[in-house]
């Protein structure tokens, strides 16, 4: 178990500078990755500041600038970022494939140096995998219903199955989304990942109120199921519902608040 992520902040000039978390599991001389906190952007009231997403209501020249931000403070090439409308779903992308309109999909693969992908998330699990030895990596976006579908796993595939990734090489990095401290659901969902993972302990947790769901634990115990080893899943992120000061979160502030991403690319 890695963790918890680390935090680099770029941009020392400014006020308040871009804050990226990394995740150590990811070799970062190989791979240009991170999530950006909600530092350092120009959106305001509850998108202040780094909204990098354009579905909610922010202006598009604000989305634009923050991701020009992340780019510019993570070292990747804004022009070459690819970004997909998600549908909770497990519809995976290879970059450079084709495909047919609308582009919906919720895990994005890619072989290709210079080009960055990313996953939107408040609350959800932007989830990042990288093979250093085939030189591919992935960006999903897995709320419960693509995590409990399978959208990691689905991406994993797809590494393996286009790429000839062995998932022993795999890491798998969950990035800020809502920890099992915050993720009470109803009866149907607890009964979802119960009936997924029936052999799972702490994905269903007895909460104070209703059950609560821990995604990053199903989120690993997926993803080793499907061969990725133990020491390779990274699961400890901070949870995004209880620190306001540094993450937007669906359940906390709706639609008024903003959106995080995960991305990650082969360096050039
Ligand atoms: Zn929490």
């Given amino acids: 178990m890695a963790g918890p992520l680390t935090a680099a902040c770029y941009s020392p000039r400014v006020a308040d500078p871009v804050e990226i978390l990394t995740s150590a599991l990811i070799p970062a001389a190989r791979f240009c990755h991170g999530w950006p906190t909600r530092a350092g952007g120009v959106s305001t009231e509850g998108r202040a500041s780094l909204n990098v997403g354009g579905r909610w209501g922010d202006d598009p020249a604000n989305v634009a600038e923050n991701r020009r931000r992340v780019a510019i403070a993570a070292g990747f090439d804004a022009a070459q970022l690819v970004v997909t409308r998600h549908v909770h779903g497990i519809g ?34 932007p989830v990042l995998l990288a093979d250093p030895e085939r030189g591919v990596c992935a960006a999903v976006h897995a ?40 993720f009470e659901v109803g009866p149907e969902v607890a009964e979802a990942f119960s009936r997924a993972l029936p052999d799972t302990p702490g ?46 979160s669906y359940r906390r502030d709706g639609l008024a608040g903003g959106v995080h991403m995960g991305f990650i690319g082969l360096r050039a």
Wanted: negative net charge.
């Fill in 143 to 182: 709320g419960w219903r693509g995590t409990v579908a399978g959208a990691v796993t689905e991406a994993l595939a797809a590494m393996v199955q286009r790429f000839g990734s062995l998932a022993a090489d795999v890491r798998v990095a969950i990035g800020p989304s809502i920890g099992p401290c915050c």
């Fill in 203 to 248: 994905v269903v947790v007895a909460g104070p109120r209703k059950e609560h769901v821990d995604l990053r634990a199903a989120t690993r115990a997926l993803v080793e199921r499907a061969g990725v080893q133990p020491e390779h899943v990274d699961d400890r992120p901070p949870c995004t519902r209880c620190d306001s000061a540094r993450f937007f």
């Fill in 92 to 125: 995976i992308q290879v970059v450079g494939d084709p495909f047919a309109e609308p582009a919906e999909f919720d895990g994005l693969v890619c072989d290709r140096p210079g080009v960055t992908v990313a996953a939107f998330a408040a609350d959800c699990l």
